[in-house]
């Protein structure tokens, strides 16, 4: 099926570590981004790109990096894990007119 | 602080009534959307305003965007248990001339059978 593949679908993680969470689409969107949710506060977006080679900082992008080396993939890296870091991490994809955002499944991340 | 208000954060009703989903700003969007997500799952797209004052009908949910494009609203006609979820409302600021969507912070509806 089209849409927005995410893995992992869960993850824990030492204070200290790094990792890698996986962001593939197939319906050739220029545009993806990122957002962590945490309670109370919605979504909150960490980096966004709106196409391959192309990224740019939202809201809360310290501790994370990202890359566009394809039309499909927009991986995110955390550096060095904190627990701060502990959310449900989201990927979105849409085309740059619109009409909206398609989501991926999440990726429920805890650091300890 | 956020860009978009929703309110209220938590709403509990009966089977069979109704209930309206408020989401307000100071500042003016080019579009809004609402969004619902269930436990475990990331948000869907219920639908897009972009006309100040266009109203949209999704089966029993009415979608409204204020004439100024600043506010939304979102009503839904005799709700059943189908309906609970977290409701997001998103827009992309006109000020901002980017592709981002700003989020509310999201209502949690619950529908008692």
């Known amino acids: 099926n089209a849409g927005v593949t995410q893995t992992p679908k869960f993850q824990v993680l030492k204070t200290g570590q790094s990792m890698t969470l996986q962001c593939a689409q197939d319906?050739?969107?220029?545009?993806m981004s990122w957002y962590r949710q945490d309670p109370g506060m919605g979504l909150r977006l960490i980096h966004y790109?709106?196409?391959?080679?192309?990224?740019d900082q939202g809201e809360v992008p310290n501790g994370y990096n990202v890359s566009r080396s394809t039309t499909e993939d927009f991986p995110l890296r955390l550096l060095s894990a904190a627990p701060s870091q502990t959310s449900v991490y989201f990927c979105?994809?849409?085309?740059?007119?619109?009409?909206?955002?398609?989501f991926g499944s999440g990726t429920r991340l805890t650091v300890v | 602080t956020q860009l978009l208000e929703q309110s209220p954060q938590f709403l509990s009703i009966q089977e069979g009534e109704n209930l309206t989903v408020y989401c307000n700003s100071s500042s003016v969007f080019s579009s809004l959307q609402w969004y619902r997500q269930e436990p475990g799952e990331g948000p869907v797209l219920l639908v897009t305003?972009?006309?100040?004052?266009e109203v949209k009908k999704l089966k029993r949910l009415t979608f409204q965007f204020g004439d100024a494009r600043k506010d939304s609203s979102l009503h839904i006609t005799a709700a059943q248990p189908g309906d609970t979820g977290l409701y997001l409302c998103a827009g992309d600021p006109a000020f901002a001339n980017d592709y981002k969507l700003s989020f509310g912070a999201g209502t949690t509806v619950t529908v008692r059978a």
């Open positions: 790109s709106v196409g391959a080679g192309i990224t």
């Open positions: 305003v972009v006309t100040g004052g």
């Open positions: 319906m050739n969107h220029e545009y």
């Open positions: 979105a994809s849409s085309d740059l007119q619109g009409p909206g955002y398609t």
